[in-house]
């Protein structure tokens, strides 16, 4: 019976979800997966980085930004170089915020490792919803191995609300598969 109720779920979550897969060119390959109805379109940024912008259906004010960035070297492979790299970001939006400071967390994900904070813009609060401009932004570092690391960023007006939960398990459900060796000549 336990088996069954297990396969029954597995089915209606895969009904609700879909796996993605974007074409990085020599980079390899992205596959993330997207809530039923979300849409993402990505795009190259002249061979050097991957820009994906993903939207919730039914157009609420919230989206979803990542940015792959082709790295010529692996300084973000040490996560205190990460760090670093994520706190100096963070301080451009503290001074801002409702918080006053980055309350960082770690990102689950399926490969790699990265870091993230939200901020919420202290102008915005108890204003009403203006389309593109956003009352709440969580701000993410990402490494995935391969000298490939990724700025990310989630857009909402609510953090409770049904966008940032599923926005979040986008991320954390990345998969980087790296480029097929080409056979010596």
């Not at 492979?77 to 301080?91: G, I, M, N, V, Y």
């Not at 399926?110 to 813009?121: E, N, W």
């Not at 009352?135 to 191995?145: A, D, F, R």
Request: proline share 6%; hydrophobic share 40%.
């Amino acid at each position: 019976m336990r088996k069954t109720i297990l396969l029954v779920l597995a089915f209606v979550l895969a009904l609700a979800a879909r796996a993605d897969d974007f074409d990085l060119g020599t980079h390899g390959r992205l596959t993330l997966t997207l809530p039923k109805d979300w849409h993402a379109v990505g795009r190259d940024i002249m061979g050097q980085a991957y820009d994906l912008t993903i939207t919730p259906p039914g157009g609420p004010n919230a989206q979803l930004k990542l940015t792959l960035i082709y790295g010529k070297d692996d300084r973000l492979q040490d996560k205190a170089a990460l760090s670093a790299a994520f706190l100096q970001t963070c301080a451009q939006f503290i001074p801002t915020s409702v918080e006053q400071k980055a309350n960082v967390k770690n990102f689950t994900l399926r490969q790699g490792f990265g870091l993230y904070a939200t901020f919420t813009d202290k102008d915005l609060v108890g204003q009403p919803p203006v389309r593109g401009n956003y009352k709440v932004m969580t701000s993410g570092l990402i490494y995935l191995g391969n000298r490939i690391s990724g700025a990310v960023t989630l857009f909402t007006d609510n953090l409770t609300g049904p966008e940032f939960k599923p926005m979040l398990g986008i991320v954390e459900s990345l998969e980087y598969n790296p480029p097929k060796p080409t056979a010596a000549k």
